[in-house]
């Protein structure tokens, strides 16, 4: 996968100087593309930092738990085939 050269706060900030400038302006200042900023638009919406901080330690948290799920149901499925052969 390809690595971003912005991270999530980077983007925000550069969204709220669109607020200010034109995105054309903006997006010559950063060298992205007018549809990469209306993408990141899409994306973030009204975000700030912070809740975009929060977002990803949501994500983080989301994907730690779909794991352990995923592991647990795993677990069962072995535990009810070991007790299949057992009768």
Do not use: C, P
Not at 49 to 65: P, S
């Amino acid at each position: 996968m390809k690595k971003t050269r912005y991270n999530d706060e980077q983007i925000v900030r550069i969204l709220r100087e669109t607020d200010k400038d034109t995105v054309a302006e903006v997006a010559k200042r950063h060298g992205v593309s007018e549809a990469t900023i209306y993408a990141w638009r899409k994306k973030f919406g009204n975000m700030e930092t912070d809740e975009v901080k929060r977002l990803k330690a949501l994500e983080g948290e989301n994907a730690r738990l779909r794991k352990l799920l995923v592991d647990r149901e795993l677990e069962i499925d072995v535990m009810k085939e070991i007790n299949a052969k057992k009768w």
